[in-house]
Each structure stands twice: as C-alpha cells, then as structure tokens.
C-alpha cells in the first residue's frame, strides 16, 4: 500500500505515505503529515501526496526551506501557468530579493513579523539614510508575488495558513495617467504618416489594444469587411531574446474589438502594401502572417516600436505620453462622448467593470456633470408644470 489514512481524532487526520526503500538501511521510509477536516479531506489530500510522488513534484513538510520552495513554484507553476513577462517578472523578485533576504527560513516556521520586517527593509533601503530603498508600488509587486507562491504552497499542503494574509503590504503609488486629445491625435498621426508605424499606432489610438496584443495580430484575426478584429494571442519579448507568442490567460482577454471604418480602410492599404512589398521579395503573403512585421514577416521587437513612438512623440510637442498611454486615450475619449463604461471595458479587455472605473475615475467629474444636467433636463419640466398647475389651482 502506497499511502493510508489514520484518524488521530475529532477532525484529525494523519496521512502516512510510503517513500519506497532507503538505498543504505534497505528498509521503508514513511512520510506522515497532518490533516484538519474531514475524512474527504484527508483522501484528497492523499491522492495529491501520491500525483506529487509520481511527477517528482513532492516536497517535504516542515524540511522545506522558501528558497527550495520559491524555485519549485516557479519551475512548476509560475513559467507552465502565467503570462511569460508575469512570470518574468516574478522569477526577477525572487532571485534577486525574496530568496536572498528570506530563503534560508523553513516553511513552517515562516511568519508574518518575518514578512512586514521585510517590507519595512526594502521601503527603507535597509540603512538610516534611506539609500537602495524601493518604492511602495515595487514592493508591493513582491507582496502580490510571495501570497500568490504562498496560496499555493497553502494548496499543496505545505504550511496550515498563509502568512501573507495577515500583513499590511504598502499602497501602490497610482502613476499618473497621460493622455491625448481629440486635437493631439491629429497632429501626431499626421506627423506618423511618414514613417512605417503609422498603421500600428493608428490602431493603438483607434482600439485601445494593448502593445503585445497589436504586434501579435494575424491577417487570418481581422474581418475588414465587417470591421472587426479579432484578439487571439499576445506577443512577449522575454529578457533572454526570446519571442513568445500564446494565448491570453483571461476569457476577457480574448475578445472581438469593433473598427471603425477609417481603420478597416487603413489595414486595407496597409496590407495591399505589405503583398507588394513581399511579391518583390517572392515571399507570398499568408493569412496566418502578422499584420505589423518586418520585410520577411518576422515580429516587430515590443521596446523597438516603443522607443520610436517616444521619438515620435517628442517631435510632435507631446512630451510624457508613452505608447501605453493611447489605451488610456482611447478609453477616456470614449467615456467623454458618453460610452457605457460596460462596452469600454469590453473593448479594452478589462477582467471587470470595476477595474476600467477605478483606472478611468479622472474622467468621472465630467460624466457626473453630463449625467446631473440630463437628469435635471429629463425631470424638472415635468416637476415644474405640476408645480405650476397645483399653484394655480389653489389660487382659483
């Protein structure tokens, strides 16, 4: 038997696994761990014990250190599971601060105070002059990072609770959002004419795509005709020159998004002009090619296209707007003419309505003005003639 269940009492579970034989003594080796809950409880905490035995993937509790834990969770779930800059991102945190400042501490003896000193370090610098500190938006990159590996870990069986749970992470610093107007637009897609990311950066401004999503789209995702796009996949461009291109993990994430008719007729040009430019090479043109590439159809670098937007944008006058910044254009400009924050949330791709509200509330003081004035225009000839009527009604 490779694994039973025995009942210690009222809610108590012991699991006792067999490790196979010890290559020295020739004898069996016995895991035990404890389990809260339920007798159902306890059975699905065994047959997760065995799955982890059998992919390699088992880590003994209470000898596992957060360093050994941390490169487990990353190899095993971070890379396989999140986005490949999300993981990046987190793999960066890791190595370079998490494991160095709080590796050598065993799992179940990680505790909230070791976790809110931490914080507390990093905001700090560790030093009375406040040099190396990070900022609080930094450091709560590693918060979310380190509950996200603990919930896991919580998952798995290793720790009874999450530590991250009972700390106070620091607020992110909200970065100011910067965008143009109805005027701006104008004057920077005139001055792009010229240049080959004129199309790209129409579309940026027109949908509100995001960076990875525009240079990830194919000729087979865009319907001219019926003037839509369709967003499929999302192209990363990983530290170690690596181009990857996969799906978006949300279902939000993968969306219709209306053209207006200028931009259909754009692509439209944009792609007449790119089968010229490929029939001179004698490179024919396929619906599964990416619609902003270079001359032999290989994906555009996300920092090239961002640098020569800064370049751009410096040139027309426009000094702060970075290449995200035409999303926030886009939804803010829509929000103004009196979009339902629903139908720009859905554009946008937007997990919930909330988030696209909470991004978008600097433009809320002048849809709260719009919304009083309809509302007053809507009611009160109404409620004056009533009240002008009972007047004169008392008066004859």
Known sequence: MRGHIVKRGKNSYSIVVSMGKDATTGKYKYQWVS??????????????????????????????????????????YAWPNLAP????????????????????????QLKPEHLQRYYSEKLS?????????????????????????????LKWGLINRN????????????????????????????????????????????????RSELLALRWCDMDLLLC??????????LRTGEIVIRAPKSAKGRRMVSLSPSTALLLQEHRDKQEARRAMLGIPLKDDDLVFSDLEGKPLLPDTVSHFWVKLVKRTGLEGIRFHDARHTHASLMLKQG???????????????????????HVAPGLQEAAAAQFDKLVS????????????GKHY
């Open 85 to 108: 800059r999300t993981a990046e991102g987190y793999e960066s945190i890791i190595r370079r601060h998490l494991i160095p400042s709080l590796g050598n501490i065993a799992m179940t």
């Open 35 to 76: 389990v809260k809950g339920t007798k159902k409880e306890a059975e699905k905490r065994l047959s997760e014990l065995l799955h982890q035995l059998d992919t390699g993937t088992f880590m003994k509790p209470g000898k596992t250190t957060l360093a050994e834990y941390l490169e487990r969770w990353l190899k095993d």
């Open 163 to 210: 530590p991250a749970d009972a700390v106070t992470p620091p607020r992110p610093q909200r970065s100011e959002i910067h965008t143009m107007n109805e005027d701006d637009i104008t004057r920077f897609l005139e001055v792009a004419k010229a240049t080959p990311y004129h199309c790209l950066f129409y579309l940026a401004l027109f949908t509100g795509m995001r």
């Open 125 to 153: 610098g560790g030093r009375c002059d406040g040099k190396g500190a990070l900022n609080p938006t930094t450091v709560s990159h590693h918060h979310t990072c380190l509950h996200r590996a603990l919930k896991m870990a």
């Open 381 to 392: 000839p109404k409620y004056n003639n009533t009240s002008e009527n009972e007047a004169v």
């Open 339 to 361: 979009v339902h924050p629903k139908v720009v949330q859905e554009r946008l791709g937007h997990a919930t309505i909330s988030t696209t509200l909470d991004l978008y509330s």
């Open 228 to 237: 839509q796009a369709h967003i499929t996949h999302a192209l990363h461009h």
